[in-house]
């Protein structure tokens, strides 16, 4: 099967996704200039008190296809966790989607529930201890079974991008800001 088919195969269950509206198949140029804002990204999130670990980016950007893709409110994330917070290696929070999962952490003593997001409590460091290693935005890298399935594919990986990146991205497929519109970067190999 020839490449081309392949990656418009890719396209064409990309856009079959509930809520996705377009795709851009990104140049070298694209990718660099990414790579330029992901790296300046990872030292401004949460109002410069932490730093920023796109991992999802990262492995997107091992592999040789990527293209962005961009989403309203009808899109369904990815199975989570979509955000971690780290610190010292440790985990200390993240987004939970799971209604169940979310009314259990409610009633626990040791964790702080903020919409969907969980702190655990026990996990965070005193203040004093935190000066020494500021808390991690850890965006993991997520699974896409909607194009791991397709014929000549292999090592998908689906990413969020920062908001400078998702910017970029708006500026470069010509899209206007509009309330609900996201943007997402996937990876893939060829085989």
């Known amino acids: 099967m020839k490449y081309e088919t392949v990656i418009q195969d ?17 140049s070298e140029e694209d990718k660099e200039k990414i790579f330029e804002l992901e790296k300046k990204a990872e030292g401004a999130v949460l109002m410069g008190l932490g730093v ?5 980016i990262k492995e997107v950007f091992k592999r040789q ?5 961009t989403t309203n409110m009808n899109y369904v994330w990815p199975e989570g966790p979509n955000v971690l917070l780290t610190q010292y290696g440790e985990k200390v929070g ?11 952490c409610e009633k626990c003593k040791d964790t702080l529930v903020m919409g969907n ?4 409590k026990s996990a965070v460091p005193k203040p004093k201890d ?3 290693e500021p808390i991690t935005v850890v965006l993991p890298p997520q699974k896409c079974k909607d194009v ?3 014929e000549g594919v292999a090592n998908v990986v689906l990413a969020s991008p920062s908001t400078p990146s998702d910017e970029y991205i708006r500026s470069v497929m010509d899209l206007k800001p509009a309330v609900g519109l996201g943007t997402f ?3 893939f190999d060829l085989c």
Do not use: H, M, S, W
């Open 10 to 26: 890719v396209i064409c269950r990309i856009k079959a996704i509930k809520g996705v509206e377009d795709t851009y198949i990104l």
């Open 117 to 120: 997001f969980v702190i655990y």
């Open 148 to 150: 791991e399935c397709v």
């Open 185 to 187: 970067i996937i990876g």
């Open 94 to 104: 993240e987004d939970i989607y799971d209604p169940e999962k979310l009314e259990e």
């Open 52 to 56: 920023g670990d796109n991992q999802g």
């Open 65 to 69: 296809v990527i293209i962005a893709f």
């Open 130 to 132: 935190a000066k020494k």
